[in-house]
């Protein structure tokens, strides 16, 4: 069964930066998609970003382009989520998640089919 477990999230003023880190045990963690996914009060999950398993191609949301990049260490079985320059409407519960099949697609929230339990970004005005 594959576990997902991120950590790395907190409290962080407006313009501030944090790491978000996935470490993934229970499954061939280099054959599969990862992603990062948020969810605000009141609104519906949403992608955030996505990278493929050999991290030759990643996939990001407009909200988030040039401020956040995703990357991944096989080595570690772990996918992290750098963010820079947070505002306010950063503010969610982040999620990873481990693709549905392996080398499959990875633009889609129907594409994954692992999560976590989600780590809490707060960004301060």
């Known amino acids: 069964q594959v576990q997902l477990v991120e950590s790395g999230g907190g409290l962080v003023q407006a313009g501030g930066s944090l790491r978000l880190s996935c470490v993934v045990s229970?499954?061939?963690?280099?054959?599969?998609?990862m992603g990062w996914f948020r969810q605000a009060p009141g609104k519906e999950r949403e992608l955030v970003a996505a990278?493929?398993?050999?991290?030759?191609?990643?996939v990001y949301a407009d909200f988030v382009k040039g401020r956040f990049t995703i990357s991944r260490d096989n080595a570690k079985n772990t996918v992290y989520l750098q963010m820079n320059s947070l505002n306010p409407d950063d503010t969610a519960v982040y999620s990873c998640?481990?693709?549905?099949?392996?080398?499959?697609?990875?633009?889609?929230?129907?594409?994954?089919?692992?999560w976590g339990q989600g780590t809490q970004v707060t960004v301060s005005s």
């Open positions: 990278i493929n398993w050999s991290a030759t191609n990643t």
């Open positions: 229970g499954r061939a963690f280099s054959n599969y998609a």
């Open positions: 998640a481990a693709g549905l099949r392996p080398w499959g697609s990875y633009y889609l929230r129907t594409d994954f089919g692992s």
